[in-house]
C-alpha cells in the first residue's frame, strides 16, 4: 500500500510539471517524478511479483526497479542544482558529469549477474546472504545516501538567498533529503550487519522504513513544486499588469501625440516585449511634455503620478526618460 501512495505522489508531481515541460518541452523534476513513481509501482508485491513472473522469474524486475530510483534520484540532483547553482559542474565533459551514475548502474549489474541465480520473491533479503547480493542492494542505498546529502547540502547553503518561496519549496526539499539520508543509512546498516555482526547493535529491527521514505517522497515533493507553482502565479500577475498597464499608457501616449510633431515619436513595433513598448510610450510622453513646456501641459497630475508608478515598476529613472 505504501508503495502506491509513493507512486501516486510521484505521479501527481509529475502532472504537476506538465505546463512546464510544454513550455521548456523538457523538465528535470517531471522526467525524476516519472522514474521514481513507475519505480515504486514496481516494488509492490502486487506489481512485482506477475510482471517478473512474465519476464522469466529471475528477479529482473528488482534490476529494473532499483535502476529506475537511481536514474530518478540523480534527476533530482540534477533538478536541484539547475535550480540553485546551474554554474555547478559547467565546464566538465559529459562523462565526468555522470560518472556516479553510470559507475553505478554498471557495478549493480554486475552485482546482480554474479549474485547467481534466483527465483521470483519482492522480498530480496532472503539473498543477501550472498555477498554479491548484498553489494547489489548496497549500490541503491549507498547511492540515495550520498544523493541525498548532496542535495540537503545545496538547499541549506543558498536558502538564505532565495524568495520566500524558493526558500519554503528549498527548505521542504532539503528536510525530505535529510530524511531520506537517515533512512537509507539505517538501511546501509542493516545489510552490512548480515555479514558484519559487530554493526547488529546499530540497526533497529521495526525501524518504520516505508512510513519515512513516503513522508520523505511528499517534503520533496511539495518542495519542488512550490516554487513552479509560485512561478506560475507570478507570471499571471506580470501578464495582467502588462496588459492592464498597456493599456492604460497607450490612452495617455494617444493624447501625447496630439501635443507634439509625429517625427518626434518613433516606430511602433507590435513584435516587442510589452515592457519595451511601456518604455518607449513613457519615454515619448516624457518627450512630448518637455516639447510643450511648462505652460501648455497636458498630464493631469494623476496621470502623472501613475507613470511615476510605472517607471519605477520597469526600473527606469525618471531622469534619464
Same mark, same amino acid.
Given at each position: 500500500m505504501?508503495? *502506491? ?6 505521479f501527481? +508531481?509529475?502532472g ?6 510544454l ?6 523534476? *517531471? #522526467?525524476c517524478?516519472?522514474?521514481g513513481? $513507475?519505480?515504486s ?12 513472473t512474465?519476464?522469466?522469474?529471475? !528477479? ?13 534520484l ?7 542544482f ?14 565526468? =558529469?555522470?560518472?556516479?551514475? #553510470? +559507475?553505478?548502474l554498471?557495478?549493480? #549489474?554486475?552485482f ?5 541465480p ?7 533479503g532472503i539473498?543477501?546472504n550472498?555477498?554479491?547480493a548484498?553489494?547489489f @542492494? ?5 547511492f540515495?545516501?550520498s $544523493? ?8 541549506? =547553503?543558498?536558502?538564505? =538567498?532565495?524568495s520566500?518561496s524558493?526558500?519554503?519549496? *528549498? ?20 545489510l ?14 521495526? *525501524?518504520?522504513?516505508?512510513? +519515512?521514505?513516503l513522508v520523505?517522497t ?9 516554487p513552479a ?12 499588469w !502588462?496588459?492592464q498597464?498597456h ?9 501625447a501625440l ?15 516585449p510589452?515592457?519595451d513598448?511601456l518604455?518607449?510610450?513613457v519615454?515619448?510622453?516624457r518627450?512630448?511634455?518637455?516639447a ?9 497630475a494623476?496621470?502623472? @503620478? ?8 520597469l526600473?527606469? @529613472?525618471?531622469?534619464?526618460?
Amino acid at each position: 500500500m505504501t508503495q *502506491f501512495l509513493m507512486a501516486a505522489a510521484l505521479f501527481l +508531481l509529475a502532472g504537476a510539471r506538465i505546463p512546464a515541460l510544454l513550455r521548456n518541452r523538457t523538465d528535470l523534476v *517531471f #522526467t525524476c517524478a516519472v522514474y521514481g513513481a $513507475m519505480g515504486s509501482l514496481l516494488m509492490s508485491p502486487v506489481v512485482y511479483v506477475p510482471v517478473d513472473t512474465a519476464l522469466g522469474g529471475m !528477479n529482473l524486475v528488482k534490476l529494473v526497479l532499483n535502476s529506475l530510483m537511481i536514474i530518478s534520484l540523480w534527476y533530482l540532483r540534477l533538478a536541484a542544482f539547475a535550480a540553485i547553482a546551474p554554474e555547478t559542474g559547467g565546464r566538465r565533459s559529459w562523462w565526468t =558529469r555522470t560518472l556516479p551514475l #553510470t +559507475l553505478t548502474l554498471t557495478l549493480q #549489474t554486475a552485482f546482480f549477474l554474479l549474485t547467481g541465480p534466483t527465483v521470483t520473491t519482492p522480498a530480496w533479503g532472503i539473498y543477501e546472504n550472498r555477498f554479491p547480493a548484498l553489494l547489489f @542492494s548496497l549500490m541503491l542505498t549507498l547511492f540515495i545516501c550520498s $544523493m541525498s546529502a548532496e542535495i540537503a547540502v545545496i538547499c541549506f =547553503r543558498y536558502v538564505p =538567498r532565495m524568495s520566500r518561496s524558493f526558500r519554503i519549496g *528549498f527548505s521542504m526539499l532539503g528536510a525530505g533529503c535529510i530524511m531520506g539520508f537517515l533512512v537509507m543509512a539505517q538501511m546501509c546498516l542493516s545489510l552490512l550487519a548480515r555479514h558484519l555482526t559487530f554493526l547488529a547493535i546499530l540497526v533497529r529491527p521495526d *525501524f518504520p522504513y516505508h512510513q +519515512l521514505e513516503l513522508v520523505a517522497t511528499v517534503l520533496a515533493g511539495a518542495g519542488l513544486t512550490i516554487p513552479a507553482v509560485a512561478g506560475r502565479a507570478a507570471r499571471k500577475n506580470l501578464h495582467r499588469w !502588462n496588459t492592464q498597464t498597456h493599456a492604460r499608457v497607450e490612452s495617455i501616449w494617444a493624447k501625447a501625440l496630439q501635443s507634439t510633431s509625429p517625427d518626434r515619436t518613433l516606430e511602433a513595433d507590435p513584435q516587442a516585449p510589452v515592457q519595451d513598448r511601456l518604455h518607449r510610450m513613457v519615454v515619448e510622453i516624457r518627450d512630448a511634455e518637455l516639447a510643450a513646456g511648462t505652460s501648455a501641459t497636458f498630464l493631469t497630475a494623476e496621470e502623472r @503620478s501613475y507613470l511615476l508608478s510605472v517607471e519605477a515598476k520597469l526600473h527606469v @529613472s525618471p531622469a534619464l526618460a
